[in-house]
Structure formats: C-alpha cells, structure tokens
C-alpha cells in the first residue's frame, strides 16, 4: 500500500483536512493508518478512487458510496461498509443492521428501531441509512410478512420517520423545481420509496412539488402556470398509461415547452418505445441522476409538448 499524509491527501482531493476527517468519521472512508506517532497516513488507492468518484458524483455521500465500491473491486475484495455488512446483507459474526431494524419493527419495537437508524448515522450520511438501512429493511418485512401487522407497523414507523428527517431538511436554494406524480399504492414500499426521494432532493437544495396521480389535468395546469417544472417524475406501477399520459401532456404544455420526463418506480419500463428515461430504484442514486438533468448535464429525451 503507498501511503501519504492528510495534507496531500486533501490537496489530491481539493478538500480542506478537516472535511477528510469528517467524511471518515460520518462514512467510515477513506480509513487512514495510524503512524507510531498517531499521524494518519492515507491509501492513496482510496484517495484516487475518491478523487475519480467526486468528479461523478453531485455530493459526498454519492462520491463516497462509488469510491469505497470501486476500490473494493479494485483489490479484488467484497465491499464491506462500516459495519462489517456485505452487499448481500450477510454480515461478519453477528446481525446485520438490515436484520437488527426488521427484527426490531416484527416486535413492535419502536425504540430499538431507531436506535438502529440512529446509530447508522452516526457512520452513514442520513441519504445512505435510508437506501442501504431502511428500505432494505422495509422490503424485507413485506417480502417475509406481506400483508400483515408486522408489516403495516414497521411502514407506519419508517413513514414517520422520512416524515420527521423532511421537516428538518434545509430550505431549497436552487431555482429548478421537480414535479412528482405520486400514483403509489398508500402502505406499499414504493411510496416510501417516493417519500425518500423527495427528502433526498430536499437536502440537495431542491423542492419537489409532489401531486396524485388522480389529480385532474385542468388542475395541474393551473398550478404549474405559476411554476416552471425543470423535470417531471413519474411513479406508480399500477396508474394507467392513458392517466398519466394525460398529466404529462397537461404538464408539457403549462411549462411552455420540452420538459424532460423520467420514471420513478412507475409503470415506464421501455425508454426505446415510450421516450421517458427510467431512474435507478435507489432513491440516492436517483437523485444523482436528477440534479444531473437540473444541471443540464447529459439531459435525457425531452418530450415536446402537444400542440
């Protein structure tokens, strides 16, 4: 392994030292050596994989996730996240925290589940605790109790908490808003997962404007005459293609022009026949897509509006 100190590291990576130290402390990478002297000496393996991903990535948690994967790869090793967990949820000697919430949430335990959340932020940022914490979790609990108790208690506590995390995201500061049609099935792990895109964008500085898909198309062109949607996002896998086509067309025509279209765990699937790009499941990974479009970088199809 080479290894370099702090200083070179974070002129590598254009960061003052003590950001290095705090991505390490909040995301457990890079994991620096520690010399006789108690000095940190860097990978530079990391470092470069680090530097390589924030030229890819919108924010830090993104560029970290990427960089701790492709350095993995690089040596020929599974990635492991800070607590020891696998990609496929296995984990080194005990329970992984996926298995530690679902089991705490299948015992109505409300305490022990955020306990659980609480200590992944403590090494996660809060974007990665809900992609790799509690969706997993979530889709764990409807796949092994569908329809049950357990299930509907365990959606209950994670929508409260999305919830709670939204009401202390920052304001928006950037200008471009995104319009959500949210056509998910109320208690399904699909409208947690729109739930958490919406704080994801929240916290990037973006404010979505969230409508059903039942709204009528007369009232989403009146509101969107006051606004000017930089993208449209759809989700939903059960709303009929004719409903949402009659909101997208409503929706291109109160923006004045093109408007670029994406889908969201909706019912889009082919981009080649229907023009509508289809975003990565992982709410932060969607969101890296999002801000990617916001920013006007490798935009996707837009779709003209009716005449």
């Known amino acids: 392994m080479t290894a370099i100190r702090t200083t070179a590291a974070s002129e590598l990576l254009g ?147 999305l919830a709670a995390a939204t009401r202390t995201a920052p304001p928006a500061h950037r200008p471009a808003l995104v319009v959500l049609v949210d056509g998910t099935e109320h208690g399904s792990v699909d409208a947690l997962r729109v739930q958490a895109l919406d704080l994801a964008l929240r916290r990037a500085g973006v404010l979505p404007i969230a409508v059903g898909a039942g709204l009528q198309p007369t009232e989403l062109t009146r509101a969107l005459h006051r606004i000017e949607p930089a993208a449209l996002v759809l989700s939903g896998r059960g709303v009929a293609l004719d409903r949402l086509g009659r909101l997208v067309f409503a929706a291109q025509r109160a923006a004045g022009g093109e408007l670029p279209v994406l889908d969201f765990h909706g019912p889009l699937v082919e981009a080649r026949t229907t023009g509508v790009e289809r975003l990565d499941p992982a709410p932060l990974v969607a969101r890296s897509r999002l801000l990617q479009v916001l920013d006007g970088d490798d935009a996707p199809i837009r779709l003209r509006r009716g005449r």
Do not use: K
């Open 15 to 161: 960061v003052s030292a003590s950001t290095l130290r705090g991505w390490e402390r909040r995301y457990g990478f890079p994991t620096p050596q520690r010399t006789g002297g108690g000095h940190r000496q860097y990978d530079l393996g990391e470092i470069e994989a680090l530097r390589e991903a924030m030229d890819r990535a919108p924010d830090a948690a993104t560029a970290v996730a990427l960089a701790r994967r492709d350095h993995a790869h690089a040596d020929g090793r599974d990635p492991v996240d800070p607590f020891g967990e696998r990609p496929d949820g296995g984990r080194r000697g005990s329970a992984s925290p996926v298995d530690r919430l679902r089991r705490a949430l299948r015992r109505y335990d409300e305490g022990e589940a955020d306990r659980v959340v609480e200590e992944s932020l403590h090494l996660r940022s809060l974007e990665r605790s809900v992609d790799e914490l509690l969706l997993p979790a979530l889709d764990g609990l409807d796949r092994d109790h569908p329809g049950s108790v357990e299930f509907a208690f365990g959606w209950r506590w994670a929508q409260r908490w």
